[in-house]
């Protein structure tokens, strides 16, 4: 893995980040911030998913959770100088960008590709050729992702076949979470 961040920012400025629980879980964790001042609920208007199973039946439609961001479009965490605020816990798409890894059912990773929003060229990403990272930390990294993406589905298809229906903050506390009070 010779790809080497030249902190740019741009995966941090327009790029809609999705996230699963245990991403959330670690954010609250490590800001102190409640979790529904963390998120923003996407339609399918605004984001497009080919994953049925991201999807969340609120009362008032299906919604998909992704991490909130300034009015500028920028991050909520990313700093004039490309930091980020967050980094120890940020979000495992963070993590693995700007590969995007593919796993058979059985967990075994089967494909590595660079991210669609490079490849579409949605974003300019300055990353170069340097010094190598660790395959096998970079494997393991989104060998855990994954399964915590398929745990998240699992806790989304329970709330979808509940039809509790409810809005953002009964999901998020069905999630284990608690929230503000306004
Ligand atoms: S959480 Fe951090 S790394 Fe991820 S998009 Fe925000 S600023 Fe960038
Ligand atoms: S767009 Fe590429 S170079 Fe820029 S911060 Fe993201 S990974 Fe690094």
Redesign the pocket.
């Known amino acids: 893995m010779k790809l080497e ?8 400025r327009d790029p809609l980040i999705e996230l699963t629980d245990n991403d959330l879980h670690r954010l609250v964790k490590h800001t102190g911030i409640m979790a529904d001042k963390l998120v923003i609920l996407y339609s399918n208007t605004e984001l497009i998913s080919d994953e049925e199973h991201d999807w969340v039946k609120l009362s008032y439609g299906k919604r998909l959770i992704g991490l909130s961001k300034k009015r500028n479009g920028d991050c909520m965490f990313l700093t004039s100088e490309n930091t980020c605020t967050a980094y120890e816990a940020r979000p495992m798409s963070c993590r693995l ?2 590969i995007n890894v593919a796993f058979s059912d059985d967990n075994k990773l089967t494909d590595l590709e660079l991210s669609d929003v490079i490849r579409d060229k949605f ?1 300019n ?3 170069k050729y340097g010094k190598g990272r660790s395959f096998n930390t970079f494997v393991s990294t989104a060998s855990k992702a994954q399964k915590e993406y398929e745990d998240y589905c699992n806790k989304i298809e329970k709330w979808n076949e509940s039809g509790k229906n409810g809005n953002k903050k009964a999901y998020l506390k069905f999630l284990g979470f608690k929230t503000s009070k306004k």
Do not use: T
């Open positions: 961040c030249r902190q740019c920012g741009s995966c941090c960008f700007p974003i990403c300055k990353r």
